[in-house]
């Protein structure tokens, strides 16, 4: 197959070039959005794929410099899971230096003619608003309450009786619609409502995730862990009562601690230098607040692969907990529920080793038929972890995506 990437001046809607059956991975108006899936495969596949990738004879001196092919993957939950990476026709990036590129994979050349890559361009930002429609909705558990409960509880006498140190335990809801989801719809509530969060749309999982497992670009390596959680109630003195309570909590310190531990010390073997901030500081999204620790540094030369730091990095503690294969043990013959991609990873990658992904939390499963969509929340188990308080902060994570689906 044959690619060429070209420059773009005419103004763009990353919301829109995804649509409804498009994919999507952006922060802050930065990152990147694809339609015509021409090729799904596992990552060790997509590797040999973008690898093997050539540059078009349609393309400009000029281009060459320009971005490669990515491609937009999820990661599951559980290790040794097969990844799922796509490989779009088409990608649309806007970058954080303010530049725009467009990006065509194709088996033709005829399709990567100046006038070709022109109509294609006009026609992927045609797309417009979704008109607004009502629907009806009904919301329900699946994971039972009580045994939430006795699973939290089962977590925490887990760890205090030293067979853990962390255990995160999650619950899951569902959406049932009368009529189908409408996901372009979603994706526009999430920006209005999370845009500084990861927003995805990436084969049947959208969401808007505030944490960042881990970005390479060239030798930087940047990470921002999120462990503990406290609610806003929109309320501006209330919130910073909230958040100082967050900080001066040694239940949250001490389940943020193991998180950090993990992540620097799965980083630092690739890294020539590692840095990280002193204390946590408070991360706000609209619904909750987190204590969050950025992480930077420079890898080795020649760096790591961004997906070698996602393997090694996936699940973290704060979605899985600690020792990672104990706690991944205590969850799978506890928890009861199959977390497929949620608590994993999602973002993208390319053939240079560049990429970024964030974890796969604050998100929905949508059904094939779009009539409904599985939820999950979970919070950190420790000693000192209360069942019913951890309930409440599933309840909070779970206004995430509730308010983007049931609106009225």
């Known amino acids: 197959m044959i690619y060429r990437t070209i420059t773009v001046s005419t103004d763009f809607d990353l919301n829109a070039v995804c649509g409804g059956d498009g994919v999507l991975f952006v922060k802050s108006g930065f990152g990147s959005a694809g339609r015509n899936e021409i090729i799904r495969t596992n990552s060790d596949a997509m590797h040999a794929v973008l690898s093997e990738l050539t540059l078009s004879r349609h393309s400009q001196p000029t281009e060459s410099n320009l971005a490669t092919p990515i491609a937009f993957g999820l990661v599951p939950f559980l290790p040794k899971t097969p990844s799922v990476f796509l490989l779009m026709g088409l990608t649309l990036t806007k970058h954080p230096d303010g530049s725009a590129t467009m ?92 845009g500084s969060s990861y927003r995805y749309c990436i084969n049947n999982m959208i ?148 990429g970024c992904f964030a974890v796969t939390i604050r998100c929905a499963e949508l059904s094939s038929d779009r009539r409904s969509a599985r939820l999950f929340a979970g919070g950190g188990i420790v000693a000192d972890s209360n069942p019913y308080s951890e309930l409440a902060e599933t309840q909070a994570k779970f206004q995430a995506m509730l308010s983007a689906i049931v609106r009225p």
């Open 103 to 194: 990006t065509v994979v194709s088996d033709s050349e005829d399709d990567l003619t100046d006038e070709s890559l022109r109509t294609l361009l006009e026609s992927s930002n045609d797309s417009r608003p979704p008109r607004p429609s009502s629907n009806s909705y009904r919301v329900s558990p699946v994971m039972p309450v009580g045994r939430y409960l006795d699973t939290v509880t089962a977590a925490r006498d887990a760890v205090r009786a030293g067979l853990l140190r962390k255990a995160v335990i999650a619950r899951d809801i569902e959406v049932h619609a009368d009529d189908p989801i409408d996901t372009h719809a979603v994706l526009l509530r999430l920006r209005a409502l999370f």
């Open 207 to 354: 969401g808007a995730s505030p944490e960042l497992l881990v970005e390479v670009t060239g030798r930087t390596v940047r990470s921002h862990p999120l462990a503990g959680t406290a609610p806003r109630s929109g309320d501006a003195e209330t919130d910073a009562a909230l958040a100082e309570a967050l900080i001066a909590s040694t239940k949250d310190q001490l389940e943020h601690r193991v998180v950090i531990d993990m992540v620097h010390d799965t980083l630092l073997p690739h890294c020539s230098y590692l840095d990280w901030e002193a204390e946590p500081s408070i991360v706000t999204v609209a619904n909750v607040q987190h204590l969050g620790t950025a992480i930077e540094g420079a890898l080795h030369d020649p760096p790591a692969h961004v997906f070698t730091l996602v393997q090694a990095l996936c699940p973290t503690p704060a979605l899985g907990g600690f020792p990672s294969s104990d706690a991944i043990d205590f969850i799978s013959e506890h928890e009861e529920m199959d977390r497929n991609f949620y608590g994993g990873a999602v973002g993208w990658m390319n053939r240079d080793g560049d």
